[in-house]
Nanobody
Framework: QVRLVESGGGLVRPGGSLRLSCIAS????????MGWYRQAPGKQRELVAR???????YIKDSVKGRFTISSDNAKNTVYLQIDSLKPEDTAVYYC???????????????WGQGTQVTVST
């Protein structure tokens, strides 16, 4: 079994910062890539940042300069630093990882349960 657990969400004022963390655990052979998606009320889930997979880190254009993705491969952890938060950043943020699990011959995508980020006065 593989599990992704996010943390770091919360209620912040506009202009504030948050650092989201996602830890992958379980029977992991390797992690190809990890990323962050978000889903605002009434909207589709969207990719905001991704790291790994042999590619340069990806940041959604509309959040470039405010969102930073990083990872600690030794800890199977990915982070999302969010600065200068805006009300439109309000969403549930989900961690996603493409993982090779023990006993399987292919990589599968796994999701965390999500962490709520609310930006409001």
């Amino acid at each position: 079994q593989v599990r992704l657990v996010e943390s770091g969400g919360g209620l912040v004022r506009p202009g504030g910062s948050l650092r989201l963390s996602c830890i992958a655990s379980g029977s992991i052979i390797s992690i190809n890539a990890m990323g962050w998606y978000r889903q605002a009320p009434g909207k589709q889930r969207e990719l905001v940042a991704r790291i790994g997979g042999g590619l340069s880190p990806y940041i959604k254009d509309s959040v470039k300069g405010r969102f930073t993705i990083s990872s600690d491969n030794a800890k199977n952890t990915v982070y999302l630093q969010i600065d200068s938060l805006k009300p439109e950043d309000t969403a549930v943020y989900y961690c996603n990882a493409n993982i090779r699990q023990l006993g399987l011959l292919v990589n599968l995508d796994y999701w965390g349960q999500g962490t709520q980020v609310t930006v409001s006065t």
